[in-house]
């Protein structure tokens, strides 16, 4: 029973460079999401993804990249950190799309860029 | 577009006390799908419930209860008898129009719940 599994749960990085979040689903859920949330706000959409192969962008998609190579794994990179994307990351899966489908949340990701 | 409003940033009430968390929405569509859920202090995202845009009948779950009111585009959440338990940031959510572009959900700034013992 894992759901929706991301790492790593804490990255602390310096100014420049890159890492990727992992996050993996056994659900077989086709859609996937990745979600940024600051301090004192609502989650915002970054990244979402339909299926394998299929990707899109959400409301805040920049310095941000993603993939969806099969259907279980979404990772999200960033390529060149900066402090503005300190903030907790949460990727979230769903079996329909967002209109009606409940979403299912990783336990989320800290990252703070120094 | 679409916008959720939790005006309440903060409440805090005594254990067993009943209280109401605020919920308004805005969107154009006619379809659409409201949502609740709970984040508690070990930062996991909870569902809660949804709800659709046809379905104004308001739903009980133990001591979990929604209002929801198209009128007045509010969707509000009441906990009867709070418990310490209950203690956490509790986001209200809505569905987006997929055609729009963008898909998922549009949250609100949450509002966090303390329950005093």
């Known amino acids: 029973n894992a759901g929706v599994t991301q790492t790593p749960k804490f990255r602390i990085l310096k100014i420049g460079q890159s890492m990727t979040l992992q996050c993996t689903q056994d659900m077989n859920h086709n859609y996937m999401y990745w979600y940024r949330q600051d301090p004192g706000m609502g989650l915002k959409l970054i990244y979402y993804s339909v299926g394998a192969g299929i990707t899109d962008k959400g409301e805040v998609p920049n310095g941000y990249n993603v993939s969806r190579s099969t259907t279980e794994d979404f990772p999200l990179r960033l390529e060149l950190a900066a402090p503005s994307q300190t903030s907790v990351y949460f990727c979230a899966s769903s079996h329909t799309r967002g209109l009606g489908g409940e979403l299912f949340f990783g336990e989320g990701s800290r990252l703070t860029v120094l | 577009a679409q916008k959720v409003t939790q005006a309440q940033t903060e409440i805090s009430v005594v254990e067993k006390e009943d209280v109401t968390l605020d919920c308004v929405y805005e969107?154009?569509?006619?379809?659409?799908?409201l949502f609740w859920y709970k984040q508690p202090p070990s930062g996991e995202l909870v569902f809660l419930i949804r709800r659709n845009s046809f379905d104004e009948q308001n739903e009980i779950s133990g001591r979990y209860s929604w209002n929801f009111q198209k009128s007045t585009s509010s969707f509000n959440f009441t906990i009867t008898a709070s418990q310490v338990v209950d203690s956490a940031v509790y986001f209200c959510a809505l569905g987006f129009n997929p055609g729009g572009g963008a898909d998922g959900l549009t949250f609100g700034k949450g509002t966090h719940l303390i329950i005093q013992p």
């Open positions: 969107t154009r569509d006619t379809t659409y799908y």
